[in-house]
């Protein structure tokens, strides 16, 4: 784990792994779409409208998983300093926020013709907001300082708090009346979807995995590059 | 202790602190932060009188009864049931046995006001061939209120 903490070593890996992760971005999210959108049975109570769930699921998915990586990220940052923990934070934020917003828009697009409301204020919902708003409060926090090492620990030990919110989200449909319905997928006795139904959902889920790792590699290999032209510019400069 | 050590129990004992306080609010609350209530609890605890809450349960078999825009039915938890009156447009989902949301008032007289009627749909996903053999073989399991 520590080997690959050296920025190097990681853009020979990340090289490597690149080309496979667009090969399977392209190959899982043409799959997964062909079969979420043609190929798939329409639900029986939901008809047509239950196709949404092929976005909305994974993305929610992404949110939260997305958040996990950052909030461990963080912790090996603060605890052992390494450098590309902060890179790897800084990188993969903006793209949770934008899977939490696509799983809230989706949502709410799915929720009118289904519940009869956009939107409702049940613990599910609210705590998938407080999310994104924890998103939004991490980079913001990444660039409210002039000095980017005291902004990334302001950060990190936000992305740490926040993390109590993951379990919160994922059982709210337990603990509490949700207008929300419970898991259906990750649940005890196994999955309550319909194998025809939970292919082409697995399937988007693995190409919005895939999808993950193709843009926090371009975005980690921008960053280390930004600072290297800093660094020279500063030595330049001196 | 080396730096290394101590940043990481520190971390550790946030963390743990942190999750234990957030465990304790969120348990202390837990009656506050159900969306809806059980009409066998609105039985039970009666609310208080003019206050704004939600119901949840299912729509009664056989108690819809419509005019106009406007339509009553019984929403039940299988133990309690209360008359509910609606006007407006419902979800598409509303069905007789079907999970619904109603959210209003309690009148003096003991019927419910509805304002908003949502409809809630349960962890189950299959093509509709499949729930009507389940249906025929006597598998079917319809969904009861989670109370």
Known sequence: MHRFANPNRFLRLARAVFPWAVGATVAFLGAGLYYALFASPPDYQQGETVRIMYVHVPSAWMAMFVYAAIAAASASALIWKHPLADIFARAASPIGAAFTFLALVTGSLWGKPMWGAWWVWDARLTSVLILFFLYLGHMALLNAFDDPARGQRAAAILALVGVVNLPIIKFSVDWWNTLHQPASVVRMGGPSIHPDMLTPLLLMAAGFTAYFVMTVILRIEAEILARRVRAHRLMQGS | ?147
Do not use: C, N
């Open chain 2, 1 to 147: 202790m080396k730096p290394k050590r101590r940043r990481l129990l520190f971390v550790l004992i946030g963390l743990a602190l942190l999750g234990g306080a957030v465990a304790l609010a969120l348990s202390a609350l837990r009656d506050t932060m159900v969306f809806f209530y059980a009409p066998t609890e609105l039985a039970e605890k009666p609310p208080r009188a003019g206050a704004s809450l939600r119901v949840g349960g299912l729509v009664e078999e056989g108690s819809v009864v419509r005019d106009g825009t406007q339509v009553t039915f019984r929403i039940t938890d299988l133990t309690s049931s209360v008359p509910v009156t609606y006007t407006g447009v419902l979800p598409d989902l509303f069905r007789e046995g079907q999970g619904i949301v109603v959210e209003g008032k309690l009148q003096p007289d003991g019927t419910f006001a509805a304002t908003r009627v949502l409809a809630k749909h349960d962890e189950k996903y299959m093509p509709p061939e499949v729930a009507e053999a389940l249906k025929k073989s006597g598998q079917w399991r319809p969904d009861v209120a989670k109370t």
